[in-house]
C-alpha cells in the first residue's frame, strides 16, 4: 500500500519562500511514472501546480511542466536515495495561498498526500 505524506507548510509573507516535502511508503519515486504537486484554494477546484514525467527508459530523466502562475518561482525535485520529493516555493504571493498536495502515479494507480496548508500573508 503506497502512502505519501506531506509536509513544511505554514504561514509566510509574501515575498518569502518555503519548501514542502512528500515522503512516499510502499513505493518509490523512481517507480512512478508522473509525480507532482496539485493545490487547492477554499472554493476553488484542485489544480496542478507541477509534474515530472518519467521519460525513456531511465528513472532519473524526467519532463517538468508547471503552471504558467507558478513557472519560474516554483521547483520540483526528486531525491530518489532518500525517496523524497520536493517543491521548492519562491516569492511567494497571498493567491499562492492554498492546501497543497503531492501526488504520484503508477501501474496500480494514482495516489494524494494528505495535504498541508500554506498561507501567504500581504
Do not use: H
Not at 52 to 64: C, E, F, H, K, L
Request: proline share 2%.
Amino acid at each position: 500500500q503506497v502512502q505519501l505524506v506531506d509536509s513544511g507548510g505554514g504561514l509566510v509573507q509574501a515575498g518569502g519562500s518555503l519548501r514542502l516535502s512528500c515522503a512516499a511508503s510502499g513505493g518509490y519515486f523512481s517507480s512512478f511514472n508522473t509525480v507532482g504537486w496539485y493545490r487547492q484554494a477554499p472554493g476553488k477546484q484542485r489544480e496542478l501546480v507541477t509534474t515530472v514525467s518519467r521519460t525513456g527508459t531511465t528513472n532519473y530523466a524526467g519532463t517538468t511542466s508547471y503552471a504558467d502562475s507558478v513557472r519560474g518561482r516554483f521547483s520540483i525535485s526528486r531525491d530518489f536515495a532518500k525517496n523524497m520529493l520536493y517543491l521548492q516555493m519562491n516569492s511567494l504571493k497571498p493567491e499562492d495561498t492554498a492546501v497543497y498536495y503531492c501526488t504520484a502515479q503508477g501501474r496500480a494507480g494514482t495516489y494524494w498526500g494528505q495535504g498541508t496548508q500554506v498561507t501567504v500573508s500581504s
